[in-house]
Structures are given as C-alpha cells and as structure tokens.
C-alpha cells in the first residue's frame, strides 16, 4: 500500500507532529530503512548514543518507537511513513521479517505462541437472571419517573428553560444513570445542545422530550414488538450490546472507502466517529470509538484509505454502527463514488428511513453534480434542477468549501442530524478535501 503525503499528515496527533515528521523524512536522518510487503522499519538518530527503533505495519496502519515521547505516532513513525511515500526506492528490500519486527506484528494479530490466556469458567445462569431482573426493576423504577417529569415539564410550560437550561434537565438525567439507562441519560444531554436564544428552541426542546417520550412508551409494550424494534429501544435506553455478541453476526465483505473521521471532547471522554461506505453493496457503517483523556488511538483510519475488510454490523432497525472484524489496506484510487444527482433523492432517503425507524439520529446521504452558494444569509447545497438545502457547517468551513471547488459542481459526502444537512467530504475528479 503506497500512501500520499497528505494521507500519512492527517494521522499526525497535532501540527508540531506533523512537522517534525516532515522534517525526519529525510533519508540522511536514518541509519537503517527497510521495507517488506507487511512493514517498514527503520533506526533514526537522535541525540543520544542509541538509535530510536520505529516499525510500521503497513496492513493494518500501526505504529511502534522506542522513543520517550508520549503522542501516537511520533514524528519518527510520521517521518518514516513519509519518506516511504516520497522516496521508497531509499529504503532495503527485504524478504524476511526480523525477529523484532515479526514478533511485533504476531502480537498486534493475536498470535503470540506466548501469551496468557484468561481461563474462565462456566456462566452463573442462576446469577445471572438476578443480576438481569434487578437492573429492569431499576430500570422500569427510572422510566417511571422521566415520564413523571415530562409530563410536569409540559404542564408547568416550558418558556422560562432558556433562564436555567442546565439545571433543567441535570438532576433527571443523574437519576437516568442511576437508574442505569444510560442511553435515556443520553437523549437528555442532547438538550444541552439547543441554542436557547435562537428562534425556533421551543420545538427543537419539544421533538426531544416527545422523543424520549416515545421511547418510553416502547419500552412499556415491547414485548410486543417485533424483534429488530425491540432491539433498538434496548439500545436506546441504554442496554449494550457487547463487542462478542456483535462479531458473532454475519460479516459484509468488501472494499471499503474511509469517508470522515471526527472527534468531539466532553470534558475527559473523547469519541471518535469514522464513515465507511462498501463500494460493492453500497451501504454505509459507523464505527464509533471512545477514549479517555489518557488513552490514544487503537487503529489508524483516515479519510480516503481504502480497506478490505469484514464489517459486522450491530442489530438494529436500520444497522449502521458497526465493528471490523477484519481488515487489509488496498491501493486507493481516491475518492469516486457514483451516487445521486438529485438533492430529492435525498430527501426521498431521509423520510424512508425515518418511517422506518423513527429513533434514527443520523442518516448519512452521497450526492454528485452539486454546488455551493452564500444566497440570503444562508450557505446553501444545490443541483442541477437548482433544488437544495441549507448546509449548517461553520461558516469558515462554507468559505473553504467554496474555495476548493471554486463555485463548480463536486460530489460530496454528509450527514442529516437534528434537522440540519452538514458536509463532510467533497471530491471532484482531481482532488478531495476532508472537513476536520
């Protein structure tokens, strides 16, 4: 897999890193660079007496130093990959791994002869069911309460909120935890996402507590709903469905295209969000990773790599997150996806997806052949048939947008949230540009 320079920056954690890197793509500041179809390594001087040990896996993008520095990758792993990308004719082939290198990559696949396996024994059914029927008391005892405050939230009115949104809602969405439905604690503090002091807050703080409303009220009938609705009301309230179970489905196969990876920070917690789109079945996966302030990345996923992997989608009415089960990296050929022309197209999508799953939070949509213009105060997505919708990117983002297509027609992935269309990739034939 040969990557381009622009591929290998975006894995950089900051731009210190990232220059750095270039910097050290430099084949004077290695003393050894080799290269095998599943690695790179190389030793590069630094300002001690012992060189600094860095290996890559090419396969599955991953990185490993003997440096004391603290971001993943370090500018030694960058400027190794970069110099691979601008110069590989620099580096020794080899047909063999070494020792240190293999042993490495045997660990990353789960195949050290030598490791420790976890003995564990036989499940405590008996326990298990008590474990089971305590967290529904809790649960039921919960979802009693949030329809209780609910309904007191709409009869006591709602026009004072904007003067107190935090507290609004902070002690029932405690009480959710407590309760542990963690998602319902989840729908809550989506409330603290609405803009209060712009017009239209009175509905936007409506759909949500009718939403968790209607949650509720599922979770009060599901036995009598279908399995895949039942599933996702589990979900949604807050029951999780354990990586084991999801890598026991059936796997989709094919090349996939890394569409937009994006990162929001809420105080110590970190989720990452990746887009995937199968080119052959023509669907989209999310995969959603969480870290903690001190954890780093477990994979290296950019915006164009192209995999061939085994994705395993979680149950659900309209599956879309998902897990990889197994993954190789193929030569990218950049981004060129036929998709629609028609912004009526899309909404046709969004109002069959939504009849049939009404809890959908995020519906992903592909266009090709449209444009973007500034029309009336408002950055706007059109077609051929001049038919489109508002984008809500930050406006900075509009500008770039416009820049990099220079007013002309460019294909484009995005998401439809919260009533609001947002762009996070756009292509022409040429060239791509990814919305951080």
Known sequence: MQYTRDQVLQLAPDDASAKAGQQLANHAKWVTKSMHSKALWGDCQGSGKTPYITIIDLQNIAFKCSCPSRKFPCKH?????????????????????????????????GKEAAKELKETGPPDEAAQ????????????????????????????????VPQNSYRFSQNITARMVDAQAGGLA???????????????????????????????EAFRHIDMLPQEMAKEIQTLIGWIT???????????????????????????????????????????????????????????????????ADVVFFPGLTPLRALIKEQRTVPATGIQIEADHSVQSVYHKITA????????????????????????????????????????????????????????????????????????????????????
């Not at 059936?250 to 969000?273: A, F, G, H, M, Y």
């Open 186 to 216: 989840n729908q809550l503090r989506q409330i603290h996402n609405i803009h209060f002091y712009e017009e239209g807050w009175h509905r936007a703080l409506i759909k949500r507590l009718s939403g968790i409303y209607l949650i509720t």
């Open 129 to 160: 069911a008590k474990r089971i029927a305590a967290r529904e008391k809790k649960v039921d005892a919960g979802i009693e309460e949030l329809r209780l405050w609910i309904k007191d939230a709409v009869r006591t009115g709602i026009m004072n």
């Open 353 to 436: 997806q939504l009849a049939q799953n009404p809890f959908a939070e995020q519906i992903p949509f592909l266009l090709n052949n449209v444009q973007v213009t500034f029309r009336d105060k408002t950055w706007l997505l059109y077609d051929h048939d001049k038919q489109g919708f508002a984008i809500a990117n930050p406006e900075e983002a509009c500008w770039r947008i416009l820049a990099f297509t220079r007013g002309k027609a460019f294909s484009c992935f995005g998401i439809y949230e919260n009533e609001q269309f947002s762009i996070h990739t756009l292509w022409s034939p040429d060239k791509t540009y990814f919305i951080k």
């Open 242 to 308: 354990t990586k084991e179970e999801v890598l026991q489905g059936t796997p989709v196969r094919d090349t996939w295209v890394v569409l937009s990876v994006s990162v929001t920070e809420d105080q110590n917690l970190s989720t990452e969000k990746i887009w995937l789109y199968s080119l052959t079945e023509k669907r989209f996966a999310l995969l959603l990773h969480f870290y903690a302030a001190s954890q780093i990345p477990q994979h290296f996923l950019f915006p164009g790599l192209h995999i061939e």
């Open 77 to 109: 792993g960058l400027g190794l990959l970069l110099l691979y990308s601008q110069q590989s004719d620099v580096f020794t082939k080899s047909e063999e791994l070494p020792q240190h290198v293999s042993e490495w990559l045997n660990k990353r696949e």
